[in-house]
């Protein structure tokens, strides 16, 4: 190939600002090599998770489907405004690996540029698809519903926690405390938001951290039965949760919301300490009042070891709607 044409094949057919970019982020020095093998000299790329990887990672990637990672070509494919922005946004290898690769444990073995299929196979996989390498604070349990979208990607959705959690990080307080599960359960009587029916799904939001249930279609009554993590900072607040409607064609509408304290939770599980030591019993109690969503005093139990909360909640805000959720706490060492 001729230097002009190889200059050329850099080109995507965009205009010069998004060619720089995108050329300023090739020649960094961690994006010479491969992000999941380190192979030299990548020819291909992930756009929305925003590697560069070489061609034997590039059939793993391929196999992970394009709601997963979506594999363009650096020197052949178009690109769009879109791909690129997302490639810069992330950072390139340095900056992914830093949240990919967080946490590797000893069971995995990170493929080296001659390593086989198979062992590639099961590291690309683990590290994109499982996210068994992540902070459990950044794992995000439930897939945007839009595969094809960049900009609601699982991994745009995973950048935008990890730089939550950096600047709140940079700050020099202490991270974590503790997981909080939380099962949310089904949803009563929700308001009608469309003709009819709503399409509702479920936002928690604790500290910087937001997850999301799915979608249930038409259903003033659902039942998620769906767990989400997140991690509890140790100056930690109450959980907030919002409910929707989600809309294909306008902004999706609000279903109600409400407020968790967490303090009566994990004051009584951090005084119990081990919960596995004890027999089941009642621990700590929420008590309902005018004042919070409660419908009725919610206790705090070790139940087989694990120390949980149910809780029914009047949401606020709206019409008519409740909610039923299940708390669990577990310490870091869980």
């Known amino acids: 190939m001729s230097r002009a044409m190889s200059n050329k094949s850099l080109d995507f057919g965009k205009p010069a600002s998004g060619k720089k970019r995108l050329k300023d982020l090739l020649l960094q020095k961690d994006n010479r090599y491969c992000a999941d093998c380190g192979a030299p000299d990548p020819k291909w790329a992930?756009?929305?998770?925003?590697?560069?990887?070489?061609?034997?990672?590039?059939?793993?990637?391929?196999?992970?489907?394009?709601?997963?990672?979506?594999?363009?070509?650096?020197?052949?494919?178009?690109?769009?405004?879109?791909?690129?922005?997302?490639?810069?946004?992330?950072?390139?290898?340095?900056?992914?690996?830093?949240?990919?690769?967080?946490?590797?444990?000893?069971?995995?073995?990170?493929?080296?540029?001659?390593?086989?299929?198979?062992?590639?196979a099961k590291f690309i996989r683990a590290k994109y698809e499982l996210q068994e390498f992540l902070k459990p604070s950044l794992r995000i349990v439930s897939l945007p519903s839009e595969k094809g979208s960049l900009k609601s990607s699982f991994s745009r959705k995973l950048m935008d926690s990890f730089r939550s959690n950096s600047s709140h990080n940079s700050e020099g307080m202490v991270e974590f405390i503790g997981l909080l599960k939380v099962k949310v359960i089904k949803g009563t009587n929700l308001a009608v938001r469309d003709m009819m029916t709503s399409d509702p799904y479920v936002i928690l939001t604790l500290g910087q951290q937001t997850v999301q249930t799915t979608i249930?279609?038409?259903?003033?009554?659902?039942?998620?039965?769906?767990?989400?993590?997140?991690?509890?900072?140790?100056?930690?607040?109450?959980?907030?949760?919002?409910?929707?409607?989600?809309?294909?064609?306008?902004?999706?509408?609000?279903m109600g919301e409400a407020e968790v304290d967490l303090q009566p939770l994990i004051?009584?599980?951090?005084?119990?300490?081990?919960?596995?030591?004890?027999g089941n019993m009642q621990i700590g109690k929420w008590l309902k009042s005018h004042d919070n969503a409660l419908k009725d005093d919610s206790t705090v139990n070790i139940i087989d070891g694990k120390v949980k909360q149910a809780v029914s909640l009047k949401l606020q805000n709206v019409e008519c709607g409740e909610l039923d959720l299940e708390l669990e706490w577990m310490p870091l060492d869980q």
């Open 46 to 120: 992930s756009a929305n998770i925003g590697v560069f990887i070489c061609l034997k990672c590039c059939g793993v990637h391929r196999s992970l489907g394009t709601h997963i990672s979506k594999v363009l070509s650096v020197t052949l494919d178009e690109w769009s405004d879109d791909e690129i922005e997302s490639m810069v946004e992330v950072g390139g290898n340095s900056s992914a690996n830093a949240i990919y690769e967080a946490f590797v444990p000893g069971g995995y073995e990170k493929p080296g540029p001659d390593a086989s299929h198979e062992l590639r």
């Open 216 to 254: 249930i279609k038409s259903n003033l009554n659902p039942v998620w039965n769906e767990e989400l993590m997140l991690s509890v900072p140790q100056h930690f607040g109450p959980l907030k949760l919002r409910v929707f409607d989600h809309d294909t064609f306008s902004s999706d509408d609000i």
């Open 267 to 278: 004051t009584s599980a951090i005084a119990f300490g081990d919960a596995g030591m004890f």
